[in-house]
């Protein structure tokens, strides 16, 4: 595909050669379930949730439930909700700037990002606390929004092979918990935003702190979840930063500095 943009010179080719790997992302995410199915016969939630207790001596989602109220919770499944779109949005800024230097460093930066997630999903498979320490049934009744909250969960749930009607979701939702790809994705935008000061950077600043809480809050992930997707986000941009560099080598272009 790189081979026929550089060739043709044409808008379409050079976009789906950029693009293309937004459904690919997806794609992939969709077939690890069925890989990890394949290899784990049991989930590691109790291993998450000891080590939150014994980090902060309780269950966060638990803890967190005496706070909830539908405006709060409106306010974070809207910022939850805009995940996949910050590296979007990061990325089409640059190509819109035409500093394609900036613009394919963010990609590749989020598509590694991306894989080493699932990657990390390997080891650990689990289904996160709205599972195992909610009922998972009355999420919609314990944790109600205003008017999008239960539109975009149903989006995310369907996302997660669990939409309304799924029975025992349970056995088929994604094991997708730790590391938090959530955390760790919208970490690197935040990085890289401010990094290449984006103008942007205070939405994805804001919006970004709104969506790591809301990884907790809203019961998808364990606290422990959040560290591993840090983890994994130094480990993302050490070893992006290294290969991007040695490929650009390879092609004699400029190296990114950051």
Known sequence: MANKANSVKSSFWENLHYYYVVPLIFLSFKQVYVLISSIHSADYDNLLIEADRFLLG???TVFLFQYANPILTEILQIAYGTFFFLPIILGVEFHLKKDF???N???FSVVLGFFLSYIGYFFLPA???RFTLHDFDLTNIELPGLWLTNFLREVVNSGESIPSGTLNPIEVVQRDVFPSGHT???LIVMYLAVKFNSRNKWFFLIDGSLLIIATVYL??????DLIGG???MILTLILGKRIFNWWQKKLKKPLIII
């Open 105 to 107: 460093y963010v990609i």
């Open 219 to 224: 019961r998808y992930h364990y606290f422990v």
């Open 184 to 186: 760790q994705m919208t």
């Open 127 to 129: 289904v996160g606390p």
């Open 58 to 60: 309780t269950d966060p």
């Open 230 to 232: 840090f983890v994994f």
């Open 101 to 103: 230097q900036k613009f």
